[in-house]
């Protein structure tokens, strides 16, 4: 594999608007005629094509399902408790969100 000369890096730093269709024509075929020569810039071409098409098309399978009320329940009597002892204690995390003894 050749050194990427500067023309490849040009052609890099393009690469992204050209593959999303927002080069200007002329640049466009510029790059278009670069990929037709060299290689390099056509295999990292088409392994970016592929990751954005990846992630276009990317979907998580399911989304999580709602928390139980007896899991939002506890998870308010988790936040209630440390909200509580935040207030009792002169003593915080650097951030300030924290209700435990972080000196430990
Ligand atoms: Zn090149």
New binding site residues.
Partial sequence: MNE??E??RQ?LDRLSDYLDGELAPEAAAEVQR?LQM?I??LAFAQALRRTIDRCRHYRPEARPRPLSPSSRAQLLRAWQTALAGRRNSNRQCGEGYCAEDTTR
């Fill in positions: 990427p000369s023309v490849c052609v670069h060299c390099s810039c």
